[in-house]
C-alpha cells in the first residue's frame, strides 16, 4: 500500500464502518427482529476505535506491523485482558470490600499488556525488530481490543436494564465508541510502546521512561474513573491523545536513525 493511501485509509474504515452500522440498525428498527442487535452492538463498539488503529498505523513512518501481528493482539488483548482484569477486580473487591479507582486502573492498565509482552518476547526470541513505533501499534491493537468488549459488556447491560430500549443501547455506543481512541486505546499504546523503547534500546533513561509512562497512564486512567462531566473528558482525552502522537513522532525518528545507520554497519 502506497505511503498516501496508508495515510487516508483510517476515512474508508470510518465510512464503512459508519455505513454497516446505519444499514444494521435502519433493519433493526425496521424489522423489530432481535437477531440484529449483535451485529449493531459489535460494529457499534468496534469502528471508532479500528479506525484510530489504522489512523496510528499509518503514522509509523515506513515500518508496517504485519495484519497478522495486529489481529492477534486485538483479538488475545481484548479476550486475555478483560478477563484478567475482571478476574482481578473480582477478587480485590471480594477482599477489600471495597475497590478504589487507583486499583481499577493499575488492575487493567496491567492486564492489558500481557499480549504485547508475549508479542515482545516473541520478536526478541525470533531476532525480529523492534521499533518502538511497533510496540505502539500492538499496545494501541491490545487496547482497542480490551475496549471494543468492555464497550459491548456496556451495551448489553444498557440492553438489559432498559428492558430493550435500543435508543439506551446507541447512546451508550455513541459515548463510548467517541471515547475509545482516548481511553483504553491511547493509554495501551502509550505504556507498550515505552517498553519497547526500553528493549530496543536499553538505559536507566528509558527503565525510568517506561515507569513514568505507566505511572503516568494509571493516573489518567484514575481521573477518567473518578470525575464526570464533559469538560474533564474533554481535557484528559486532549492529553491521551497528544501524549500518544508526541510519542509516536519521537519513535518515528528512532527508526529513521536506524535506517540511517544500517548502510554503514
Do not use: C
Not at 459508519?18 to 427482529?33: D, G, S
Amino acid at each position: 500500500m502506497g505511503d498516501r493511501s496508508r495515510r487516508w485509509a483510517w476515512v474508508g474504515v470510518l465510512v464503512v464502518g459508519l455505513i454497516l452500522y446505519l444499514a444494521v440498525l435502519r433493519t433493526l428498527v425496521r424489522t423489530q427482529n432481535p437477531n440484529f442487535v449483535p451485529a449493531l452492538i459489535l460494529l457499534g463498539a468496534t469502528v471508532a476505535p479500528l479506525t484510530f488503529l489504522t489512523f496510528a498505523q499509518a503514522r509509523t513512518g515506513r515500518w508496517q506491523v504485519p495484519a497478522s501481528v495486529l489481529v492477534t493482539s486485538a483479538f488475545f488483548g481484548g479476550v486475555i485482558g478483560t478477563v484478567v482484569a475482571g478476574t482481578l477486580e473480582y477478587d480485590t473487591l471480594r477482599g477489600l470490600g471495597a475497590l478504589p479507582m487507583l486499583f481499577v486502573a493499575l488492575i487493567e492498565e496491567s492486564a492489558k499488556l500481557i499480549v504485547p509482552v508475549v508479542l515482545l518476547f516473541t520478536a526478541l526470541a525470533q531476532h525480529r525488530r523492534r521499533l518502538p513505533s511497533d510496540g505502539l501499534v500492538i499496545g494501541v491493537a491490545a487496547g482497542m481490543g480490551f475496549a471494543a468488549l468492555e464497550t459491548m459488556g456496556y451495551a448489553f447491560t444498557a440492553l438489559l436494564n432498559s428492558q430493550g430500549n435500543i435508543g439506551a443501547v446507541e447512546q451508550t455506543l455513541f459515548i463510548r465508541g467517541l471515547t475509545a481512541p482516548a481511553g483504553h486505546t491511547a493509554w495501551t499504546g502509550l505504556t507498550a510502546g515505552a517498553l519497547w523503547a526500553l528493549l530496543a534500546s536499553p538505559s536507566v533513561g528509558r527503565l525510568f521512561g517506561f515507569l513514568g509512562t505507566f505511572g503516568g497512564v494509571v493516573v489518567l486512567h484514575t481521573l477518567w474513573d473518578t470525575f464526570s462531566g464533559w469538560l474533564v473528558f474533554v481535557v484528559l482525552a486532549i492529553v491521551s491523545i497528544g501524549w500518544l502522537f508526541w510519542e509516536l513522532h519521537r519513535y518515528r525518528t528512532f527508526g529513521d536513525r536506524l535506517v540511517v545507520q544500517r548502510p554503514s554497519s
